[in-house]
């Protein structure tokens, strides 16, 4: 398969200022942030506000997008606004009335990867993150980077007897724990000469029987 692209998040940068206590909001006024097709959350923002405080404002709003100062060199300090969640539909839409110009730098996106890209029937698959679950089924594929030009992403599934081993072992490990549950339960001690509680009962000897049965049963491929 081929990788389009990688999944990414809405970020958007404010206009520069000198430092985090420039006042950008003399007057006051609504801060407007929209997330995807989501109704848009209006953030109140008090006359006098500094950089620092309508980050502060858009961080106590409890929308799913993030805000901080950067500073971008040469001086400059800008708001940052990152959306918290990548995918196509979880775009920025940012608004405000106090004259401040947010401008989109990295648009949100789906990843997107084509498997047999060369073949006669190419199949194009999207994700909101980079990690794309039962592409085939019971494998996830964690993309890293986007392919480029003829470059090609081959992904082999071997059997792993490790991991087969640890499988068989746990359910070994489980079997014998309540095995001995039913054992505690339904024998006398040799030392007190005194039954366990469920000693005799047809429902604790049919229950070790019924699992005993199952595990020597044979299960196909």
Do not use: C, W
């Not at 300090?77 to 401008?103: E, M, P």
């Not at 081959?154 to 072992?169: D, F, P, Y």
């Not at 000469?193 to 009962?201: E, Q, V, Y």
């Amino acid at each position: 398969f081929s990788i389009e692209r990688l999944a990414t998040q809405h970020r958007s940068l404010s206009g520069p200022s000198a430092s985090a206590s420039d006042v950008i909001a003399a007057g006051g006024g609504t801060l407007s942030i929209q997330v995807g097709a989501a109704a848009a959350t209006n953030i109140t923002i008090a006359a006098g506000a500094t950089l620092q405080d309508v980050v502060n404002a858009i961080n106590g709003a409890g929308i799913d997008a993030t805000a901080f100062v950067v500073a971008t060199g040469q001086g400059a300090v800008r708001i940052a606004i990152v959306g918290d969640r990548s995918g196509g539909d979880q775009g920025l839409t940012i608004s405000n009335d106090f004259g401040q110009t947010f401008t989109t730098t990295q648009t949100a996106q789906s990843a997107r990867i084509v498997l047999d890209p060369d073949g006669a029937l190419p199949l194009t698959i999207q994700s909101s993150t980079n990690t794309f679950e039962n592409v085939i089924q019971g494998l996830t594929l964690a993309v890293k980077g986007a392919t480029t030009g003829a470059e090609r992403v081959t992904v082999t599934v071997a059997t792993s007897a490790e991991a087969v081993k640890e499988s068989l072992m746990g359910l070994i490990d489980a079997y014998n724990a309540i095995v001995d549950v039913i054992h505690a339960q339904n024998t006398i001690d040799p030392n007190t000469t005194r039954g366990g509680p469920l000693l005799g009962d047809s429902a604790m000897i049919s229950l070790g029987q019924r699992l005993a049965l199952a595990m020597a049963r044979n299960v196909a491929r």
